[in-house]
C-alpha cells in the first residue's frame, strides 16, 4: 500500500492568512491525487482532483499543486468556512489511501 | 440531485455480523464505481472497499479482506456492505461515495451522511 503523510497535523492561523498542507506519498502517484475538507459531523467534500483541478463550486482561494510523492493544498486568504479538517487521497492503485489529516484550527 | 443515504448500522457483538446498504438517487446509478469509507470517532478517513460500475471488479483494504463484502444491486440503486467477523476496531461511521471519473482521473464526488457501526459486548 502507498503511505501517506499529512504536515502538520494541526495549524493555527488566523482569517485572512495564506496556508499551506504537505502531502508526501511513499511512492509516485503522478497526478492521481485528491484533497478533502471535512467539518465536524459531516461527510467530507472533494475540492481538488487531479492534484490541481478545481472542483466545481470550490471557491479559487483553494489551490493543489504537485506531482509524483509531493502535494500541496494552498488556501489563499482563509474565511471562516474554511476551518475544518484537510485530507489528501491518492487514487493511483488500490487501496486507495488516506493521509491522517490536518485540522485547520482558529488562532 | 445526488443522493446516498446510509442505513443498517448499529450496536453488534464482536463476531457479529451487519449489512449496511446505501440507497442512491439522482444519477444512473449503474454506470459509477462506488465505495464505502470509514471514519473511526475521532479518527482520520479510511477507504474499505470499492465496486466497478455494474459490478464486475471488487476491491478491499487489508484490514477487511476476507470478513467484508461489497455488491451492488443495480436494479434497485442501492449498494451493499456485508460485515462479518466484526472486531472492536471495526468501529466507525460509514460512509458511501460516488466515484467520478474526468481525463481519467478520480474522485469521490458525493457522499452518503453516514451511519454508525458500534462493535462492543
Known amino acids: 500500500a502507498i503511505w501517506m503523510t499529512q504536515s502538520p497535523s494541526l495549524l493555527s492561523a488566523s482569517t485572512g492568512d495564506r496556508v499551506t498542507i504537505s502531502c508526501r506519498l511513499s511512492q509516485g502517484v503522478g497526478s492521481y491525487l485528491a484533497w478533502y475538507q471535512q467539518k465536524p459531523g459531516k461527510a467530507p467534500e472533494i475540492l481538488i482532483y487531479a492534484a490541481s483541478t478545481l472542483q466545481s463550486g470550490v471557491p479559487s482561494r483553494f489551490s493543489g ?37 490536518t485540522k485547520l484550527e482558529i488562532k | ?16 455480523s ?6 442512491a438517487s439522482g444519477y444512473t446509478f449503474s454506470s ?8 473511526a470517532p475521532g479518527k482520520g478517513l479510511e477507504w474499505v472497499s470499492a ?31 456485508q460485515m462479518n467477523s466484526l472486531r472492536a476496531e471495526d468501529t ?10 474526468d481525463r481519467g482521473y478520480s474522485h469521490f464526488d458525493s457522499w452518503g451522511q453516514g451511519t454508525l457501526v458500534t462493535v462492543s459486548s
Open chain 2, 18 to 23: 451487519l449489512r449496511l446498504s446505501c440507497a
Open chain 2, 51 to 81: 465496486i466497478s460500475g455494474r459490478g464486475s471488479s471488487t476491491y478491499y483494504a487489508d484490514s477487511v479482506e476476507g470478513r467484508f463484502t461489497i455488491s451492488r444491486d443495480d436494479s434497485k440503486n442501492t449498494l451493499f456492505l
Open chain 1, 65 to 101: 499543486s504537485g506531482s509524483g510523492t509531493d502535494f500541496t493544498l494552498t488556501i489563499s486568504s482563509l474565511q471562516s468556512e474554511d476551518f475544518a479538517t484537510y485530507y489528501c487521497q491518492q487514487y493511483y492503485n488500490f487501496p486507495y489511501t488516506f493521509g491522517q489529516g
Open chain 2, 1 to 16: 440531485e445526488v443522493q446516498l443515504v446510509e442505513s443498517g448500522g448499529g450496536l453488534v457483538q464482536p463476531g457479529g
Open chain 2, 92 to 101: 466507525a461511521v460509514y460512509y458511501c461515495a460516488k466515484r467520478i471519473e
Open chain 2, 32 to 39: 459509477y464505481a462506488m465505495s464505502w469509507v470509514r471514519q
